[in-house]
């Protein structure tokens, strides 16, 4: 499609519950960005794909977080046993990878998780 | 470590100002800087970028300088109107290899009729 699709809008979670969120990049880009925004406008990176291999995951906290981009299928970000601080809005963005595209991103409207 | 400020934090103004938004970065090896708008409950929708070898940018009312040397970047709104409220967000892209953006913290704009 021409914008990133992101499912669900909003979901909410019990302590310790699993979340899972999915992304649809934009078609044609190869590279997937996953962002959690905690507080109003600190947008904070995981981990991004090129195609599906992980490309680099130096934000994506050790445990409990985990990501996936299958071929033919939306990117997905899963959160194992979730806690209070998880409440957050996670962004997936897409970019394409010619030389010319200067890395500019396309974000999709977000998922809104709650931990409650 | 490249860190993103934005100031003012938040901003009221009467409808048809001319704004200027800041933005400053502590490294200026950059690659590009990208100025984002956020409605709320929404997504970033990209505003302009300016690649790093480029002074300024522009879109109908918009204009985006830079000026790597002094680490800054401004936003410029003309003749503003209630639409254009919104957080207005700066992201920064270091070179060298690093191609994830470092995020401001944004500029809350009300345009008021």
């Known amino acids: 499609g021409e914008e990133v699709a992101q499912t669900p809008k909003h979901l909410v979670r019990g302590e310790g519950q699993k979340a899972k969120l999915y992304c649809a990049p934009i078609?044609?880009?190869?590279?997937v960005f996953w962002y959690q925004q905690v507080l109003k406008n600190e947008f904070k990176f995981l981990i991004s794909?090129?195609?599906?291999?992980?490309?680099?995951e130096t934000g994506m906290p050790k445990e409990r977080f985990s990501a996936k981009c299958l071929p033919n299928s939306p990117c997905s970000l899963e959160i194992q046993a979730t806690k209070l601080e998880d409440s957050a809005v996670y962004f997936c963005?897409?970019?394409?990878?010619?030389?010319?595209?200067?890395?500019?991103?396309?974000f999709g409207p977000g998922t809104r998780l709650t931990v409650t | 470590k490249q860190e993103v400020t934005q100031i003012p934090a938040a901003l009221s103004v009467p409808e048809g100002e001319n704004l200027v938004l800041n933005c400053s970065f502590t490294?200026?090896?950059?690659?590009?800087l990208q100025w984002f708008r956020q409605d709320p409950g929404k997504g970033l929708t990209s505003l302009l970028l300016?690649?790093?070898?480029?002074r300024e940018q522009t879109s109908g009312r918009l204009n985006a300088s830079l000026d790597k040397s002094s680490g800054r970047s401004t936003l410029y709104i003309a003749a503003s109107q209630p639409g254009d409220s919104a957080t207005y967000l700066c992201?920064?892209?270091?070179?060298?290899?690093?191609?994830?953006?470092?995020f401001g913290r944004g500029t809350s704009l009300i345009v008021h009729p």
């Open positions: 078609k044609g880009h190869s590279y």
């Open positions: 992201a920064v892209r270091s070179s060298g290899g690093s191609y994830i953006p470092t």
């Open positions: 300016i690649q790093s070898s480029q």
């Open positions: 963005a897409s970019s394409q990878s010619n030389p010319g595209s200067k890395w500019e991103q396309y």
């Open positions: 794909f090129q195609n599906e291999n992980v490309f680099d």
């Open positions: 490294d200026s090896a950059i690659y590009n």
